[in-house]
């Protein structure tokens, strides 16, 4: 008897808690944390104290769990030193001389996020953080910059095959004997490209049409993006503006950074992730031994300065790390209550041919969206969906690209999910607020996505 024939639809209430809670209380650690708890108490009954310490400390040990939060620690540590040597801003004021007007800010936002397509985290924490000077002179709320973010991260880096993403998603492919013309499974990803709608609408749809106010702001946005115009105020209603930062005195003799010490050590960083098989945290780790010897070679802070820069940096993450952990063990206790058999269940009898792609498309968006589980999602849908294209005939590129563009939903749309919750760090706000201002567009975006699913499906059957 597996997890969905024990507890059928009761597997929904954690999921229904954690919504409900983030909507009531615009937050996300109290939401995340009693949902947990809910998900525990049902399925580990008398035995929840106990099995909710298990539960946190298999996450703690989960090499997963390591791997982001060494990655999220450095990236943030080196983001400090680049900011505190002035270099970021530098870099900042170069992208200003463009963004002359808050179209061209928002566009320059969009690009940056573009060119920074090898990693989703490597994505929101750069762009966040390095645009908010920019954005911040327009009177640009800090939810449209936050969106601007968002739309470049998950949606950019499933259109790149080199993306970490990407290559992750082409292992599961091979992992089904998936291969494209030329043999390969990078090949397969390549030829699922043309069917990643989800992120080609994101990205060179919506967001420019958002941007050039052919798409109108609706909701939320609208209301945030008004009052920031009106009033200078570009923080979400209930937030509370970080302290603000004086400008760093320049000390007597001492040099501030400049564009190029900023653009060597993300060049840095991205190059070395490439050749090594696009492992983000060797990427991050070379990349701020870069940093130390360029800095202490041009003089912008000695050994003892980086060392406590690398600590400041490292220390303004551990929010996200506890956040990160919960949810986490969010998506594990759901998955021990059966969520993913219950709504594949639910799921397959409405499946044909022809609707096969819209469907898994939805289907994996919405498990994607309620557990914020992408990759490991990703990895349980494929084989099945691989397996129900080859006994339908359909177009098994398409229909594993519908996986991928679920999967990259759930991670743009999620109030809850690391990158939701990434995003928010960077640009000082909350997650949820994050979230429900750019739910409206994500929505948009999953809807086109969704009909193109259907004509393809219909025209290819």
């Given amino acids: 008897m597996n997890a969905a024939d024990t507890y059928g639809a009761i597997c929904l209430i954690p999921i229904a808690v954690i919504i409900v809670l983030s909507l009531i209380t615009k937050k996300t650690f109290e939401p995340l944390l009693i949902s947990v708890i809910v998900a525990v108490v049902i399925y580990a009954k008398g035995d929840f104290l106990g099995e909710f310490v298990n539960l946190l400390l298999k996450e703690m040990a989960d090499p997963t769990i390591g791997w982001v939060i060494l990655v999220c620690g450095l990236m943030g540590a080196l983001l400090f030193i680049l900011e505190k040597s002035n270099a970021a801003s530098a870099f900042a004021d170069l992208l200003g001389r ?19 397509f090898i990693d989703d985290y490597l994505n929101v924490l750069t762009v966040g953080n390095t645009m908010k000077k920019v954005t911040d002179k327009h009177n640009i709320s800090r939810s449209m910059l936050a969106y601007s973010v968002g739309s470049t991260a998950a949606p950019i880096v499933i259109l790149v095959p080199i993306s970490t993403w990407a290559i992750f998603f082409a292992s599961l492919l091979a992992n089904e ?57 570009l923080f979400p209603p209930g937030v509370e503006p970080p302290e603000a930062e004086a400008e760093q005195a320049v000390e007597e003799g001492k040099k501030q950074g400049g564009i190029w010490d900023f653009i060597l050590p993300l060049a840095v960083l991205i190059a070395v992730t490439i050749a090594v098989g696009n492992d983000v945290l060797t990427g991050v780790i070379v990349a701020l031994v870069f940093t130390a010897i360029w800095y202490a070679a041009r003089r912008l802070a000695n050994l003892t300065a980086l060392v406590e820069q690398f600590w400041s940096g490292f220390s303004t993450m551990i929010q996200v790390f506890g956040l990160l952990v919960l949810a986490f063990a969010f998506k594990d206790a759901c998955a021990n209550l059966g969520f993913i058999d219950y709504v594949i269940e639910k799921v397959e009898p409405i499946m044909s041919g022809s609707l096969l792609p819209a469907v898994v498309f939805a289907a994996t968006a919405v498990m994607a969206f309620a557990m914020a589980n992408f990759w490991g999602l990703a990895a349980i849908v494929v084989p099945i969906a691989a397996a129900l294209a080859g006994a339908m ?69």
């Fill in 98 to 116: 463009f963004a002359t007007t808050r179209k061209r800010a928002l566009f320059a936002t969009w690009f940056l996020g573009i060119c920074l």
């Fill in 177 to 233: 004997g998936i291969v494209g013309a030329d043999g390969t499974a990078v090949g397969a990803y390549i030829q699922c490209l043309p069917y990643l709608f989800y992120g080609w609408i994101c990205v060179f749809i919506v967001l420019p049409l958002v941007i050039l106010g052919i798409i109108p702001l609706v909701g939320p946005m609208r209301s945030q993006e008004l009052h920031a115009r009106e009033t200078g105020d």
């Fill in 393 to 461: 005939d359909v177009n098994i590129y398409m229909v594993c690209a519908a996986v991928f563009c679920g999967a990259a939903f759930g991670s743009h749309a999620c109030f809850y999910a690391d990158a939701a919750i990434l995003i928010g760090k960077a640009t000082d706000i909350r997650p949820y607020d994050h979230a429900i201002t750019q739910l409206p567009y994500a929505l948009l975006s999953a809807v086109l996505t969704v009909i193109l699913f259907l004509i393809c499906g219909f025209t290819q059957a």
